[in-house]
Nanobody
Framework: QVQLVESGGGLVQPGGSLRLSCAAS????????MAWYRQAPGKQRELVAQ???????NYAESVEGRFTISRDNTKNTVDLQMNSLKPEDTAIYYC?????????WGQGTQVTVSS
């Protein structure tokens, strides 16, 4: 069964950093655009960062300049480096294809930014 597994979340103070990682179980994902999404309590899921199969990136305005998405197609991973974290970044973070596919939503990884 093809799946995506997120890891790397945790509790961090405002201004801190975290690095999230998404591991794909099949190499087919190296051919696809991928993205990180997040869902905060009481809010709809939103797109955070996108990366094409060839490495072109795009970011939500709210994270531009603070977050960096990258991928390693030899390892079938997609990472999200998050710097200068703010309380409003608190959410469950998910990776999925871009555009997202219902079959690939996983458990996500919780990121909590709090002092």
């Amino acid at each position: 069964q093809v799946q995506l597994v997120e890891s790397g979340g945790g509790l961090v103070q405002p201004g801190g950093s975290l690095r999230l990682s998404c591991a794909a179980s099949r190499s087919v994902f190296s051919l696809l655009g991928m993205a990180w999404y997040r869902q905060a309590p009481g809010k709809q899921r939103e797109l955070v960062a996108q990366i094409t199969a060839t490495g072109n990136t795009n970011y939500a305005e709210s994270v531009e300049g603070r977050f960096t998405i990258s991928r390693d197609n030899t390892k079938n991973t997609v990472d999200l480096q998050m710097n200068s974290l703010k309380p409003e970044d608190t959410a469950i973070y998910y990776c999925n294809t871009d555009p997202p596919s219902q079959r690939y939503w996983g458990q996500g990884t919780q990121v909590t930014v709090s002092s």
